[in-house]
């Protein structure tokens, strides 16, 4: 499914977060936003996720505004894993996870074993099923990150937004989590920090500064050492990847005099 931001802005005290931003995620493609601290990038997530209402804009799955889906239509569309997400009660791991079905499900409605199976599964993709019977808050912070990714799973979505997946996450579980958002077929728009994981796990990247889109492109377009120093404030060297190609960035680190 096709997610489009279409001149999205969104204004709060009279402080313009993200202004005008128009961008477009093709169906089963992933797409990374990036750019500093403050620059708009998690305030643009809210709004596809519907946490946040729009000052003006329209954010479309498909053919449809999403303000006119129901709240439970879009949630069995979009699924999210929040930057902030957090679980304040001690549930279980599987409790957790089985909570992902609650948009395809009436009231206290028991799930089925076709529901049953597809969260054993979605644990075992995230290699957290050992953990099942375990309360989520006694977790670390990266299994809990693993926890909450498989609940969104459990959706079945189509559309998937992600701030900052990979938070808490040792290297091995990163790549784990990147290659399956590549293998999902889902569409999927994450934010990511590291400009180096955005390279090797996005078909395109959207670069946000200001509230405003810089640029977007392919990693190999945007990642250029003109653009990392104008937006991020540093400087890099851009060199390929021996294994795969991807454009990856050295940074400069300057001794401070």
Not at 45 to 65: I, K, N
Not at 70 to 76: D, I, P, V
Not at 210 to 238: I, K, W, Y
Request: charged share 20%.
């Amino acid at each position: 499914m096709r997610l489009a931001l279409d001149g999205l802005t969104v204004v709060t005290d009279g402080r313009s977060l993200v202004r005008d931003l128009s961008l477009e995620v093709a169906a089963g493609q992933v797409v990374g936003l990036v750019g500093p601290n403050g620059s708009g990038k998690s305030t643009a997530l809210r709004c596809v996720y519907r946490a946040l209402r729009p000052s003006s804009g329209t954010v479309w799955l498909g053919e449809d505004d999403l303000t006119r889906l129901t709240l439970r239509r879009s949630a069995q569309l979009v699924a999210a894993m929040a930057q902030d997400g957090s679980v304040d009660l001690d549930f279980t791991v599987e409790e957790v996870v089985a909570l992902g079905r609650a948009p395809h499900l009436r009231g206290n409605q028991a799930l089925s074993s076709r529901e049953q199976e597809l969260c054993a599964r979605s644990m075992d993709r995230l290699g957290i099923r050992h953990l099942a019977r375990r309360g989520v808050l006694t977790l670390s912070g990266g299994e809990r990150q693993r926890v909450l990714l498989a609940r969104a799973l459990v959706q079945e979505p189509q559309v998937l937004v992600l701030d900052e997946p990979t938070n808490h996450l040792d290297v091995r579980h990163q790549v784990e989590l990147l290659s399956l958002l590549r293998g999902s077929g889902l569409t999927v728009l994450v934010v990511l920090h590291d400009l180096n994981l955005a390279a090797a796990a996005c078909d395109r990247l959207g670069v946000l500064s200001q509230g405003r889109l810089v640029t977007t492109g392919t990693p190999e377009e945007v990642l250029t050492p003109g653009l990392v120093e104008d937006v991020f404030g540093v400087r890099a060297s851009v060199v390929r990847h021996p294994l795969t190609g991807d454009p990856q960035l050295l940074y400069a680190i300057a001794p401070t005099p």
